[in-house]
Nanobody, 118 residues
Framework: VQLQASGEAWCSRGGSLRLSCEASGSDFSIVAMSWYRQVPGKERGLVAAISTGGITNYADSVKGRFTITRDNAKNTLYLQMNSLKPEDTAVYYC?????????????WGQGTQVTVSS
């Protein structure tokens, strides 16, 4: 399974961006998908998660500003980011937990640099 995320994105404070991440491959079933982010010198942290049934979970720092959605038919994950702040600047990673060959397997996208200028 491969996760292909959208490319580098940037905007000014208060702007909006949309990230996408498409899962491809064969013989797998996505169980859950998430977005994480990481800045230099800090651990990767959860931004938002969504289950197959559409149940969502957000980090407190993005609640009310970010929206995670997924298109199950296309195996594609989205992150709509509004009212962006400079502190949202980070590398964003998509993550998927999939069922494949009788086991759960974790997959990560390549990372997308998001830059918000002040």
């Amino acid at each position: 399974v491969q996760l292909q995320a959208s490319g580098e994105a940037w905007c000014s404070r208060g702007g909006s961006l949309r990230l996408s991440c498409e899962a491809s491959g064969s013989d797998f079933s996505i169980v859950a998908m998430s977005w994480y982010r990481q800045v230099p010198g800090k651990e990767r942290g959860l931004v938002a998660a969504i289950s197959t049934g559409g149940i969502t979970n957000y980090a407190d720092s993005v609640k009310g500003r970010f929206t995670i959605t997924r298109d199950n038919a296309k195996n594609t994950l989205y992150l709509q980011m509004n009212s962006l702040k400079p502190e949202d600047t980070a590398v964003y990673y998509c993550y998927a937990k999939a069922w494949r060959s009788g086991a759960y397997v974790d997959f990560w996208g390549q990372g997308t640099q998001v830059t918000v200028s002040s």
